[in-house]
């Protein structure tokens, strides 16, 4: 006891290295006293020996399980090695035994800034360099190593089977996942055909399934290589459920190919990825890598060679959502996956399978994918009365018609999407449609028309008219119909069309010489572009040259203002 006591006094002397001593002295008589170990771990964190002091602080963990100020300073320890994830679950035992401990709370939300702050590190270090080798090598198959952020697979509670998971908080605009795929193909490996897009998606899924079967099929020194990329696929699904492991006793080559390739196909119908879903800034991905800053796209024809298809294992499992909280866009064979909002722990992620836009996604969903989506913009739109959809059936004729005549800058097309935006007005008396996307269509209608005849003022209002569509929160008293007034209000996950809008807003209006708002717009869609891409190399590629449009016209500006001012 003499000891022990020794110890504790010269610990409240600042004495660390003689109560280590102490301490030390009294365990050679009672090595299992969890406390005295607890108590030299405290002193060698005073002296920053960390090694040490994580060596006793896991003993004590070890020797018990509930003992708070052992978790605390085995994470105080791991802090100090630069071991902040498993600092952090330290820490959240730690919070978890005791929820009235403050010094544990401050010490945890302080790791796990520190792990965001490091993961962050991580995934941008990621992303520039999968950008990096895409520019310079502009090859489709790249080779960096994957990151994985706090995620798990978990089976889902609404009946949807497996889904990813947030384990974490994550932040709006950090990288949840980058990975390789397990196999990918693209447009520039299929032979020359003059089919459209969706008859290339049809034609890189055969050569997918073709892909695999071959590899299935490996013998000799291939034969590891098979067995490693089935094992793969058995972790996927089918539509229905995992896949059941394949026939192999067909002695006939022909029949084990037709048996495999009908084993193939619904894993790659179910769980297949194009790489040009939805992102029409994906062109400048390739140009944003560099560190010189390279601000030219690239060639269409490198473009157009990395529309690829391809099968990755940990996407598969992410559900979708019309309403998503993550957008993906995929570089050659990686797939990144950003959170475009704030993720809490245990929320499901969710992504797009088809674009919230699309007019026919509904039956898409049963033919394609063979379930009913029940996010709640789908549930609201199922419920749009029989009158409405006539309404909306109308508006949807009238636009297209115009569409035609709008490409020709022809001015007939007014009258019909006038007639269009009538026919929206009298199908959402109800404001049944938020967002109402196409409000968005018929309104970027008018602004081309707008923008030919250099209509700025009519073309901002229709563009911020048409943002504010898509947000999907306009103020009650205020027409969402009515071209002479913007309405403004709410705020959506952000979605690249958003961006597309914001921009356009933000020329249309420097071409009026207002250059705050045109810098107001251009910062909000800086800011929904990092949420969508998650470097800013990527925004300053997209929005740098409008940037300085509005710098320069607006230190112009303020010149000539000046001038004015000056007396005669």
Avoid at 89 to 116: C, G, I, P
Avoid at 148 to 176: C, N
Avoid at 273 to 284: A, E, T
Avoid at 484 to 513: I, K, M, N, Y
Wanted: hydrophobic share 35%; proline share 4%.
């Amino acid at each position: 006891m003499a000891w022990r006591q020794l110890g504790n006094d010269l610990y409240k002397q600042k004495e660390y290295s003689k109560a280590i001593m102490a301490y030390s002295q009294e365990l050679a008589s009672h090595p299992d006293d969890h406390l005295l170990i607890s108590n030299r771990a405290e002193a060698f964190l005073k002296l920053k020996q960390y090694t040490e002091a994580y060596h006793d602080a896991l003993d004590v963990t070890k020797r018990c399980s509930t003992d708070v100020k052992g978790h605390y300073r085995l994470a105080r320890a791991l802090t100090g090695l630069d071991r902040f994830d498993e600092a952090r679950v330290s820490l959240e035992t730690a919070y978890k035994l005791d929820r009235s401990n403050k010094a544990v709370f401050e010490e945890l939300k302080s790791v796990r800034v520190l792990v965001q702050s490091r993961r962050k590190v991580k995934w941008a270090r990621l992303l520039r360099a999968v950008l990096a080798e895409a520019k310079a090598t502009r090859a489709s198959r790249l080779t960096q190593d994957d990151y994985v952020g706090d995620v798990e697979v978990q089976h889902t509670w609404t009946g949807k089977g497996r889904g990813l998971f947030a384990t974490q908080d994550i932040p709006a605009g950090s990288v949840i996942l980058g990975c390789k795929a397990i196999s990918s193909v693209y447009v520039d490996e299929l032979e020359k055909s003059p089919d459209d897009g969706d008859q290339d998606t049809n034609r890189l899924s055969n050569r997918l399934v073709d892909t695999l079967v071959e590899r299935l099929a490996g013998s000799g020194s291939d034969a590891d290589e098979a067995q490693q990329l089935e094992e793969q696929l058995l972790q996927l699904s089918t539509g229905t459920g995992p896949p059941t492991p394949r026939e192999k006793g067909q002695s006939d080559e022909a029949d084990r190919r037709d048996s495999t390739r009908r084993w193939v196909e619904p894993i790659v119908q179910h769980n297949a990825f194009s790489s040009s879903s939805w992102d029409p800034m994906s062109s400048i991905l390739y140009s944003a890598g560099d560190e010189g800053g390279s601000r030219e796209l690239a060639p269409s024809s490198s473009r157009d060679m990395r529309f690829g298809y391809g099968l990755w294992k940990l996407p598969s499992y992410v559900n979708h959502s019309c309403l998503f909280n993550a957008f993906r866009f995929i570089v050659g064979n990686f797939f990144f996956l950003v959170s475009n909002r704030a993720i809490s722990a245990t929320e499901e992620i969710t992504t797009f399978y088809v674009r919230p836009d699309e007019p026919e996604r509904h039956l898409v969903f049963q033919t394609d994918y063979g379930f009913t989506c029940q996010c709640l913009l789908c549930v609201a739109e199922r419920t749009i009365p029989a009158d409405a959809r006539g309404y909306i059936r109308e508006a949807e004729r009238l636009h297209e018609g115009a569409v035609e005549k709008v490409m020709k800058y022809d001015e007939d097309c007014m009258e019909d999407l006038k007639l269009s935006l009538t026919c929206l007005r009298q199908a959402d008396d109800r404001k049944l449609l938020r967002p109402n996307r196409l409000l968005c269509n018929v309104l970027t209608s008018y602004v081309l028309m707008y923008a030919h005849y250099k209509q700025w003022e009519f073309a901002a209002t229709a563009l911020q008219n048409a943002y504010d569509a898509l947000v999907g929160n306009p103020k009650k008293e205020e027409d969402p119909y009515s071209l002479d007034e913007p309405f403004g209000g709410g705020s959506a996950s952000p979605e690249p069309l958003l961006v597309e809008l914001a921009t356009q807003l933000s020329c249309a209006l420097s071409r009026q010489r207002r250059f705050n708002e045109a810098r107001k717009w251009l910062d909000r869609a800086r800011e929904m572009s990092l949420l969508l891409y998650a470097i800013d190399d990527v925004a300053d590629v997209c929005f740098g040259k409008h940037f300085r449009v509005a710098e320069e016209g607006l230190s112009e500006d303020n010149k000539k203002r000046k001038k004015d001012k000056r007396p005669a």
